[in-house]
């Protein structure tokens, strides 16, 4: 199993950059929102359906149902674009297309648990005609709902495919995505597919989870699971028999993280590759042995596991679903970066990311520069709050720590640390200059990486195998051989270097997702981004539950 996100889940990451130019650009005028020309070449005679309504009936409806004004700004546009012909109705019934939409929308409710979105009167008037194929006499009928489903597909759309929180609010400035509704539904009701997962403006990632969701929701109706009791200093390995084995396997079984059927009390073949898999998946060293960490991790409620997925998904509304073939993501929860390439993951390397008081923003930007031999220009909060009482303690403390005062800000003294095999940096950085001074970077702290959680930096990010990455970012420029990488690594004085192509880098934070082999994977919530997101998403009684 590769332990890292699903490769076709990031392939939407990289098109945000794009974004980012444009948002920064504050010169740049906004395009006036233009709506479709009516196509008054549609008529009775040549339309799909034979049902139509008139302005009159839209404008009363819009008066009558009071909806935001973007809503109602696109009921207008979407019936006088196609002539006032119904959309969701033809003479037969409810057509192909609002049988579609219906699904999706409850679908959307049982997974998402969403009541906000819940409307009692349609769906009182929509279980007549799902259940009932032929049409009441009455048209107004017929064209009211029709209109009410438009309406709520406008409501649906923007929660479904957008996200229904701001994505600055939590500490997220990857651009958000825009879902152009009145667009997406002119190409719902025109969808032929029976595929309309194809046709859902959600990129992979969310798909793959989503049929996680699935499956959990599932446990949750019939009850979830029970906990499991281990003694807190036993620990179980294969060839091992206990009765407590038997509950591992029905509860692994019922996750279908192990193979139906097996109920023994030994801990067999099966079982150690079935554990060393959900070990990976939940971020821990593949040891195969069962231990009372690893059961704490199992013994999660599944209605917790759930709010943690609809957490994610929510993440995940906010990303596009174009992908873009090369990028560098960090997924801070994982501890580990991903470099892809041409849509497959390139090498995945273990990183240390910033402490939950000095937390690694979550941004996206380009990453321009390589740094060899770097000094170390010490930021004003670790002079202030480190080192000048270092220096009161112990007067030699610069020239021990190979440090000099370069001059003097905001009443600090100015202070970088030289080029060295002790340099805070190691011997080289990535920059992709941003407002957070935020980079990737080597350390001699190496002992680090062996950890399994690994938040210990300021809040930069330091990279296991900083020789790796700075070979294959120049691996364009024949001139930096692993040679020349090496010497310039170990300069008395930093050397820039430019890539030839900026790379996209995006820092992220998921807690939840499914992997390239359809694993679902969870991760601490290291900064506490999915407990604030609780308290926008979920009931009190339901934040609760996340911490």
């Known amino acids: 199993m590769k332990n890292v996100f699903s ?57 009558q149902s009071r909806p935001d004004t973007a809503t109602g700004s696109n009921l207008r546009a979407f019936y006088n674009s196609r002539n006032y012909q119904f959309a969701w109705f033809d003479s037969s019934g409810l057509n192909e297309q609002g049988k579609t939409f219906w699904n999706l929308y409850n679908s959307y409710l049982h997974l998402s648990k969403d009541s906000s979105l819940f409307d009692k009167a349609l769906g009182d008037k929509m279980a007549v005609f799902t259940q009932d194929s032929v049409l009441p006499v009455d048209h107004s009928v017929i064209a009211q709902t029709d209109m009410d489903l438009t309406r709520q597909f406008f409501v649906y759309a923007k929660v479904a495919y957008n996200g229904r929180l701001d994505p600055t609010d939590l500490q997220w400035f990857i651009p958000r995505k825009k879902v152009d509704a009145l667009a997406l539904l002119d190409s719902l009701v025109g969808y032929k597919s029976t595929d309309i997962a194809v046709w859902e403006p959600l990129n992979p990632m969310y798909q793959s989870l989503r049929k996680k969701l699935v499956l959990y929701n599932t446990i949750a109706d019939k009850g979830g699971w029970q906990p499991i009791i281990i003694d807190k200093n036993k620990t179980l390995r294969q060839g091992d028999s206990a009765s407590i084995i038997t509950a591992i396997k029905q509860r692994l079984q019922l996750t279908e993280d192990l193979p139906q059927g097996d109920t023994s009390v030994i801990y067999d073949s099966t079982l150690v590759a079935a554990v060393k898999r959900t070990q990976q998946s939940l971020g821990m060293k593949a040891t195969g042995t069962l231990s009372k960490t690893l059961i704490d991790a199992l013994n999660i409620p599944v209605k917790q596991r759930i709010s943690q997925m609809l957490i994610n998904l929510e993440r995940m509304r906010w990303l596009p679903e174009t992908p873009t073939p090369d990028k560098i993501v960090v997924n801070i929860p994982d501890f580990t970066i991903h470099v892809f390439e041409q849509n497959k993951v390139v090498f995945s390397m273990p990183i240390v990311v910033g402490t939950e008081a000095n937390s690694t923003v979550i941004f996206s930007d380009q990453l321009k520069y390589i740094v060899f031999s770097p000094y170390w220009n010490v930021p004003p909060s670790i002079v202030r709050k480190e080192i000048l009482p270092a220096m009161k303690r112990n007067s030699n403390y610069l020239a021990k720590h190979n440090m000099e005062v370069t001059g003097q800000s905001g009443g600090l003294p100015v202070i970088r640390q030289k080029p060295g095999a002790d340099n805070s940096l190691g011997h080289v950085k990535f920059l992709f200059p941003n407002n957070y001074n935020i980079y990737f970077h080597d350390t001699p702290s190496k002992s680090l990486f062996s950890r399994e959680k690994r938040a210990f930096s300021h809040g930069c990010i330091r990279l296991s195998d900083p020789v790796r990455m700075a070979t294959y970012l120049l691996r364009d420029q024949p001139q930096w051989t692993i040679q020349k990488i090496n010497e310039a690594m170990r300069l008395r004085k930093e050397k820039w270097v430019t ?21 679902l994977n969870f991760r601490d919530d290291v900064y506490g981004h999915d407990r604030e997101m609780a308290k926008h998403l979920f009931t009190q009684a339901d934040t609760a539950t996340l911490k």
Request: glycine letters at 4%; proline letters at 5%; charged letters at 20%.
């Open 7 to 63: 490769t076709t889940g990031f392939l939407s990451l990289a098109v945000c950059i794009t974004l980012v130019s444009g948002c920064r650009n504050a010169s740049t005028p906004k395009k006036e929102k233009t709506f479709p020309e009516k196509d008054t070449a549609i008529t009775v005679h040549n339309s799909f359906s034979q049902l139509f309504m008139d302005s009159a009936q839209v404008e009363a409806f819009i008066n």
């Open 499 to 519: 890539l030839t192509k900026p790379v996209p880098v995006f820092i992220t934070y998921f807690t939840s997702w499914a992997d390239d082999d359809g694993v």
